[in-house]
């Protein structure tokens, strides 16, 4: 009944992989996916990895990935939502302090904005007047400490707030699930009354942040030459088919395959095609 | 403008309050309340505070309010948001372990109903099989820890979630605000997919308690004898006007003069009167 | 697997039916309920019927229960959620207009509350001056021009608004599904940024009122004591459940047999038994 | 205190407009808009109008801006929310009969996609198999009829709904507001369960169309070189903030001049300057 990946593959000239129950889960790297993202660019596929995370730098990602020491999948093909949230740091805030939630390796984007990260918890307001908030990860800080912290910060200022993963939770190991910072973003939101900025799938600016990377390489790609292959309806499938492109969903993660009719039926959300995994 | 409070109070055979922001602050309880709500007793009127708590018992609420060493409000007629989980959990749950989130104080509200407390992080679901799981109070536990287990043990099961108060912050001090327990029930709603059962105003079910109760005491009582007074349009005013009685927002806690008139504006919820405080 | 609810209502001196899916359908009464009714009361039982429901009168809803031309439930046990609707027009209107939108059936709550009704069409704003807007039934108005005009009517003003029906659907035949009077107010929120004053099912408040009457007819009745039979789990079942008295599921309305496992095991709302329907 | 609009576009290469209440109201384009527009342009720039409306194609939106009965913005720079549902329906959806709700020219977009436009009112099911519903105006259908009917066609199908519009309501005259298409899928998404895809502001993706319009014109364009003027701030601003590019607020539509302040407070969406019009 389902599709082939394979074969599935043989018609895009461009494919957006997500990365957690797509090609690895907390364990790590699935085995065979390195050998199958190297086949694809072999084939003159371009391949993206669209993954929701601001927990680390593109370059840590990347080395997940990996074939005899190199990695299969250029440093600029990994667009993580926390590359949209550094757009808005340059873009938006452009000097001054940051204060953030997160591991010091997640403030990595703060950095490369060529802004000042400062943990959320040492801000002295009047002395670093920072310029905005941005939640990175969900470890790295006191949850009890910091989240009344942060509630605080929003009440006294106007200061945005920005969440670079919209997730609500993560699979921590295929069976236990931890609060994402998405999470903790849904809870600050309520506690203040305010509609921060999240960025990450679904929405569709992750989407075209990659298309146009890969536009730039291939003038003449249109959106129907892309597939996104996900495991999740709710963000990788609505939201690439939102964005216009072919969605594959994967059995290998969140969806299990018992379910995938069922929640497809409910949701309305309806993938463009059903695979056991990029494997197969 | 504003309406006497005291001229106000003569035309109600029963009175309930609101405790923070209109009898008390995180200081301690208003100077001059005491002596106020000891006089409407001696005027024939009944006296209730009812309040989103779960975190004490109401002995230990009862002791805030004291004339020459003795309360001034009786104890039954203090009705917390932790009595109706209480009653929920003496009339459905009966027997059995119940996993709490909260300070030791607070799982009086399960010893009560006749059941045998244990911290959510001392649970091991094999050996206690807990029946169902409260959440009490904000402080008390490690949060990264215990919510991360709450997800989990929520996920895993089908057991009902009990959060015995429904705020999502409160005044720590007159400038600093906290995240209530109501507040990481929102967060665990998002990360589960469930709804949990709420208690607390506004929802009508602990005016209704203080209701019968007043009604054992004067079998005439009308609501239209009742007053509610409190300091929050979103929890005590609209509340109080579904459940059919008159209401007095009071200027003394969280909503400001200034704000007033521009929040019943922008709610659509509008007060029987207002006053400055139960102390005018 | 699942229980018989004869057997069941042995257990309970008193019992809450739900009306559509339990006792009848589009199509009318199921047969054989009210030998069923009339067998539970000539055994001593208080029944009730506990719905949500603002078309018609109490009256009017008894007249579909008849046995040899008598009616098998009383009328004072007959709980609508237009009654709780009336009861707070009694006690917080008072006197003057009620704008509604509806089929005039559906004004005898308005009626019965001592006010006077005008179709909201039919507000002059300045003559009628209404006093609050009741939003009692889907039928009886154009929706197009009444929709905007409610809109706009709240938007003017700060006129509290009443849901006399919390339902956002019903089953108009059992496979047509029409918008309730409670999927109007969802918009009519939205459009004003308003929340208006919901009555019915799964707030406790209907139930305590069929409590109340059941206990001035028994003085030792307790919640342990009363068994809430219904349909759907987000309403008639979490209900149940929070107002603490025990609760059963019948699988002749809209909780099919093959989904009520997993419809319980995703809500995490569990009734306390399961019954086929009410005839077994 | 507020800035000159006319000083701040000097500033800028390419400027993104909203429609109602920045250059026009409901009785037409604002005197003196067409000539400011013109005067832009004469002075090199980039001039857009990016509006939530999908009720009539962009040429008879153009044809509102003329002077001396020439159009004075380039039918390809007016991006209105259709379009992107017009993109969606060509890339995703490709042949067949889509189901409406609208008058008969907002058809347009459907046809315009290549597909044939059927009014929901007129769809049996079996022989049109419409492959998606658009949900394009609130005008030209029957809301009883064609409301409940959608419900029943989306609770019996997969089929994936498109908001053209996201606005929940619209000025039909300065002082009458309309529930606009976006609020009547509000209410069809609470009757159904699904969540629908909604284009239009705040939503990036219109943003997004622009600005690569933009960038055809002008290789060297930056996002620091778009300002995007708006009057509401939960669209325009924190939409155009998101997208990383300057916003201006302007006071002529439906955020006053006296509510500006608090507003910005209570929502913590910033614009980066406050205009009174585009005429200043």
Request: aromatic share 8%; hydrophobic share 40%; charged share 20%.
């Amino acid at each position: 009944m389902a599709t082939s990946f394979e074969e599935l593959a043989d018609s895009y000239a461009c494919i957006f992989f997500d990365a957690f129950g797509v090609l690895k889960s907390s364990a790590g790297v699935f085995p065979g996916v390195v050998e199958v993202l190297s086949a694809l660019q072999a084939r003159g596929k371009q391949v993206f990895i669209v993954t929701n995370d601001a927990s680390k730098s593109p370059h840590r990602m990347a080395d997940g990935y990996q074939l005899n020491s190199n990695p299969v999948v250029p440093i600029e093909n990994i667009i993580s939502s926390g590359l949209l949230a550094e757009d808005y740091l340059r873009t938006k805030v452009r000097s001054g302090y940051v204060a953030y939630l997160g591991k010091e390796a997640s403030a990595y984007y703060i950095v490369k904005a060529g802004l000042h990260p400062i943990a959320l918890s040492e801000v002295v307001p009047d002395q670093h007047n920072p310029r905005c908030i941005v939640l990175l990860d969900d470890e790295g800080f006191d949850w009890f400490r910091d989240i009344n912290r942060c509630v605080n910060l929003v009440r006294e200022s106007n200061l945005p707030v920005i969440v670079a993963n919209t997730d609500v939770t993560y699979p921590r190991t295929p069976t236990v699930f931890n609060v994402a910072v998405g999470g903790l973003a849904r809870l600050l939101e309520a506690a203040t009354g305010r509609n921060f900025i999240h960025f990450g799938k679904p929405d569709p600016m992750i989407f075209s942040k990659a298309f146009h990377i890969a536009l730039e390489n291939d003038r003449k790609l249109r959106k129907s030459d892309v597939l996104m292959v996900g495991d999740t309806l709710t963000t990788d499938i609505v939201g690439g088919n939102k964005y216009g492109i072919d969605t594959a969903l994967v059995l290998s993660g969140t969806t299990l395959d018992s379910q995938h009719r069922g929640l497809i039926q409910a949701t309305g959300i309806v993938p463009t095609y059903v695979c056991d995994s990029v494997l197969t």
